[in-house]
């Protein structure tokens, strides 16, 4: 007779959920994430840092493109590496960190609450077992040394107590916050994080041109790739004058525009914005950067009169003719410096029947061409008005806000972290048949020689107390 016997098989195991979302959220807990992520990023700023970031991605595959090394090109395009700070990886990275510290957060922080809001106040024998910083004593009034604890600890809030039989537990602290300064900087980073990347994508920052007198809503700006693209503001930026202020030399010291915000038809703000004073309006912060002069719109101020009678100031364009009935003017040249003597312009002279005729007025010398040339008028030349188009610089950072309270916050959880010491203080009483059985305890999580010379003062003090002995 044969015996057939059955393997047991082992049944595999259930596909759980749970198990698979809790895989998830213990790598997003991984401090080895934390450091490979930083790591990443810290490598893409040095990127960043040391490949132009200003140039178009046109510009860079043209050295690329041409390398024997063709991988290199495509990796440098797969990666974005002419604009890091707006690549995928980049923000891919960026949101993986952010969830690294919040998964931290919510694995550590809920249980560091508790432990703030409701402390346990006993001194069991296993806690005091892990306590460095302990001493007994025998007490004779139980009541006044607890009192004495109090004072001596410098706790002006209530203690929590717990009576337990003939036991007595007292539990104080000191800066119990301070295990929140490193959650204060996970928010503040978390902060830092998304108020830059919204300040990426939804940010803008370019350029405007208006001409004197005119307005314009139209702003240019770099988008990814250095690609330029053209955004409407919204309203209307209108130059009604601007003011180029120069050295003796004729170099720039100081230009101006005066400005109007145009919007639905309605003014809604006026003013004079310099370099270091922008306008702000609608979340635009509009900043004086630059200028340049409107080509063929210069005007020419010349003052023209009978020699020694008042004169009429004439503002004509270059090669536009001043008729004076039978004597005509023409300005044919604009000179910033003739021969050492100044601005100046060449002027022609038309006088019917005869043969047209060129001279030179000086704006620094008023009186010059009537006493020398001694013409049928005498010129004055005034200077020359140019036209020109106001360089704006527009910048919206709607991210700006809660990157400050970010910093803020960051900078408050560093003072919590580096500069609050977290101490705690445990009394146990205990009656005995002629006193009390009393053991002191404290901890500190950081600034243990500081903590220990506290508590040396403190036991010392409990010590001088009458009616108490120190045991061995």
Request: charge should be positive; charged fraction near 20%.
């Amino acid at each position: 007779m044969t015996t057939t016997t059955a393997t047991p098989t082992t049944a595999a195991p259930a596909f759980s959920l749970a198990a698979v979302y809790d895989a998830i959220f213990r790598f997003f807990c991984s401090l080895r994430l934390t450091v490979l992520l930083t790591t990443v990023l810290t490598a893409g700023c040095f990127v960043g840092m040391f490949v132009d970031q200003t140039k178009t991605f046109e510009e860079h595959a043209k050295v690329w493109m041409n390398s024997p090394y063709q991988w290199k090109y495509r990796m440098f395009a797969a990666l974005e590496f002419h604009d890091v700070f707006h690549s995928w990886w980049f923000a891919v990275f960026i949101l993986l960190l952010a969830l690294n510290l919040v998964a931290c957060s919510i694995e550590r922080l809920p249980k560091i609450w508790l432990d703030i809001q409701h402390a346990d106040p006993r001194l069991t024998a296993v806690r005091e077992r892990g306590v460095r910083n302990k001493a007994q004593f025998r007490v004779g009034d139980g009541p006044a040394f607890e009192t004495a604890f109090l004072k001596a600890v410098g706790r002006s809030a209530k203690a929590v107590t717990l009576d337990e039989g003939d036991t007595r537990y007292l539990f104080t602290e000191k800066q119990k916050y301070a295990r929140l300064g490193v959650y204060a900087v996970h928010t503040a980073l978390l902060l830092i994080m998304f108020g830059s990347m919204a300040t990426t994508i939804y940010g803008f920052d370019g350029q405007i041109g208006v001409v004197e007198g005119e307005q314009n809503r139209w702003a240019f700006g770099r988008g990814p790739a250095g690609l330029r693209y053209r955004k409407d503001l919204g309203f209307w930026v209108k130059c009604t004058d601007f003011r180029l202020k120069q050295f003796v030399d004729g170099a720039p010291m100081d230009f101006e525009s005066d400005l109007i915000i145009i919007k639905n038809g309605r003014e809604m703000v006026k003013k004079t914005i310099q370099v270091n004073d922008p306008l702000e309006f609608d979340g635009y912060t509009l900043y004086q950067s630059s200028y340049q002069p409107v080509p063929g719109d210069e005007k020419v101020s010349l003052a023209i009169g009978k020699p020694g009678q008042p004169k009429t100031t004439h503002a004509v364009s270059p090669g536009q003719p001043i008729n004076l009935g039978d004597v005509t003017y023409v300005p044919l040249e604009i000179i910033p410096q003739y021969a050492s003597l100044g601005a100046a312009v060449r002027v022609q002279q038309v006088i019917q029947g005869q043969a047209p005729t060129s001279f030179v007025v000086f704006r620094d010398y008023p009186d010059l061409d009537e006493q020398v040339r001694r013409g049928p008028y005498a010129l004055h030349y005034k200077g020359a008005d140019k036209t020109y188009m106001t360089g704006i610089a527009v910048g919206v950072v709607p991210g700006v806000s809660v990157v400050f309270w970010g910093f803020t916050i960051m900078f408050i959880g560093m003072y919590m972290a580096f500069f609050m010491s977290h101490r705690r203080y445990w009394l146990r009483l205990q009656k005995a048949k002629d006193g009390w059985e009393v053991t002191v305890a404290g901890a500190s999580r950081r600034h243990q020689l500081a903590f220990e010379e506290e508590m040396d003062a403190l036991l010392k003090t409990l010590e001088g107390l009458p009616g108490v002995r120190r045991k061995a």
